[in-house]
C-alpha cells in the first residue's frame, strides 16, 4: 500500500505513451495501485523535465550531495544523459523516498520512491500528478486520451 512502510513489494513498469500537449511521448512509467486498486503512474523527474522542454512547464532538475533534488521552474532543462531511458526492466522493489524536493528553493514533499538497478544505482519516480501540482502543469485521464499533460 502507498505509503505504508519504507520499502515495498513491487512496482510494476508500464510502458506509457503519455499525450503532452496532444504528442504522445513514450515514458518508463512505474504503477503503483492506490487506495481505490487504480493504476497511480510515477516517473523519473528527469524524463518529465526532458519531455517539457520548450513548453511554458520547462524546468530544470540538479541534484548535489548539500541541496539533494533541487528544481527550477521556468528554466531550460540541461541533459546529464539517460533521460528517457531506464536501465532495468520488469517489476522492481521499490523503497520509499522520505526527502522533499527542492522546488524554487522551497522544501517540497512529494510522493516519491527510489527503485535500483542491478549495479545498486537508484532512480527517484515521482508521481506524476504531484509534479504537475508543484509544477503548474495539469496531469489528466480520460478513456480517449489515456494519461495527458496540459502545460498551457
Known amino acids: 500500500e502507498i505509503g505504508s512502510g519504507l520499502v515495498g513489494s513491487e512496482m510494476c513498469i508500464r510502458d506509457s505513451s503519455i499525450l503532452v500537449d496532444g504528442q504522445a511521448v513514450a515514458f518508463d512509467a512505474y504503477a503503483l495501485k492506490d487506495e481505490s486498486g487504480n493504476d497511480t503512474n510515477y516517473v523519473k523527474l528527469r524524463d518529465v523535465a526532458f519531455a517539457l522542454t520548450g513548453t511554458d512547464a520547462r524546468f530544470n532538475v540538479e541534484w548535489s550531495a548539500q541541496r539533494g533534488i533541487y528544481v527550477t521552474p521556468g528554466l531550460a532543462y540541461i541533459m546529464v ?12 522493489p521499490y523503497t520509499r523516498m522520505n526527502d522533499t524536493t527542492d522546488i524554487d528553493g522551497e522544501a517540497v514533499a512529494l510522493q516519491a520512491f ?11 519516480y515521482y508521481k506524476l500528478r504531484d509534479l504537475g501540482q508543484a509544477l503548474g502543469f495539469n496531469v489528466g485521464w480520460s478513456a480517449e486520451k489515456g494519461v495527458y499533460i496540459e502545460t498551457k
Open 114 to 124: 527510489t527503485l535500483t538497478d542491478d549495479a545498486g544505482n537508484g532512480y527517484t
Open 81 to 92: 544523459g539517460g533521460e528517457m531511458d531506464t536501465p532495468f526492466s520488469g517489476d522492481r
